[in-house]
């Protein structure tokens, strides 16, 4: 399977370990032990990959999520300024 057809990271962990379990094993060929290899490091690599993607769109989702909460906080206090201004009181007139 490509490495790009991993689409998680456990995906990718869960053929690792199988990897590991394989290579681990005394009868197996040197030959196919070193395909396994390669693939191995694909899978670190897609394993990185996926680190990377995730890292970006938490980092996106914090931004949107600190856009909100600055533009909501500029509300309350355009609001509070608006209130402030109306619920001023008004001069008593004097009395004679």
Known sequence: M???SYET???VK??????VDAVGSEEM???EAL??????VGLG???SELLE?????????????????ETEADAETEADAANAGSDAEAPEPATA
């Not at 869960?14 to 990897?19: K, N, V, W």
């Open 2 to 4: 490509a490495r790009e």
């Open 9 to 11: 990271f456990d995906q």
């Open 14 to 19: 869960t053929r690792l370990d199988e990897i």
């Open 29 to 31: 060929p040197l030959d």
């Open 35 to 40: 395909s396994l290899y390669e693939e191995a």
């Open 45 to 47: 690599l897609r394993a």
């Open 53 to 69: 993607e995730n890292i970006e769109a938490r980092n996106e989702l914090d931004d949107a999520q600190d856009g909100e909460v």
